[in-house]
């Protein structure tokens, strides 16, 4: 791949993409990427179940930073009241180049993505399940416009490069 001039982008949850830091380093206009959703260990548990550790992931993270690899991460579904987007940030910004933002956003319930989350938030998180369920399908909400605010403050702050789709 290298010799064709080929490039790579990778997304992952795993720490086995340290094996590859050469084959980045040879690549002009590569990237590995690292996925976090939560700082919290008991709600990583309930929703990436066989995922490895926030902080597992965070080390892949710096060593890929030592190896001289370009990266970025992915903080991705926000789930209104239950991720820490300003902890995670923190804790990703110093080994990141860039990190990208997503929300937590559905077409209706019939949706796949609905349909596994919701088990979970109702016994897990059932007194605030309404609230996530009229966030999660009306993208216009107030809450949303609230995230990117505070992104663009904790960006302005750090200077930090963070791209926010919410």
């Known amino acids: 791949m290298v010799a064709q001039g080929f490039s790579a982008a990778v997304l ?14 040879n690549m002009s206009s590569s ?4 996925s976090v959703a939560f700082t919290d260990e008991s709600a990583r548990k309930r929703f990436e179940k066989n995922a490895p550790f926030k902080a597992d992931r965070i080390n892949v993270l710096k060593k890929m ?47 796949p993505n609905w349909q596994q989350l919701r ?11 309404g609230k996530i369920r009229e966030i999660a399908f009306s993208p216009n909400r107030d809450y949303w416009r609230e995230i990117r605010k505070c992104l663009e403050i904790m960006q302005s702050k750090s200077g930090s490069k963070i791209i926010i789709e919410v």
């Open 65 to 111: 930073k030592e190896a001289g690899v370009n990266r970025y991460t992915l903080l991705c579904p926000v789930i209104p009241y239950i991720n820490d987007l300003e902890s995670l940030l923190e804790l990703v910004a110093p080994c990141s180049d860039e990190t990208w933002v997503y929300k937590l956003e559905m077409n209706d319930v019939t949706d």
């Open 119 to 129: 088990p979970v938030l109702g016994h897990y998180y059932p007194e605030i399940l």
């Open 12 to 25: 992952t949850k795993s720490g086995l993409i340290t094996r590859d830091t050469s084959l980045f380093n």
């Open 31 to 34: 990237a590995a990427g690292i």
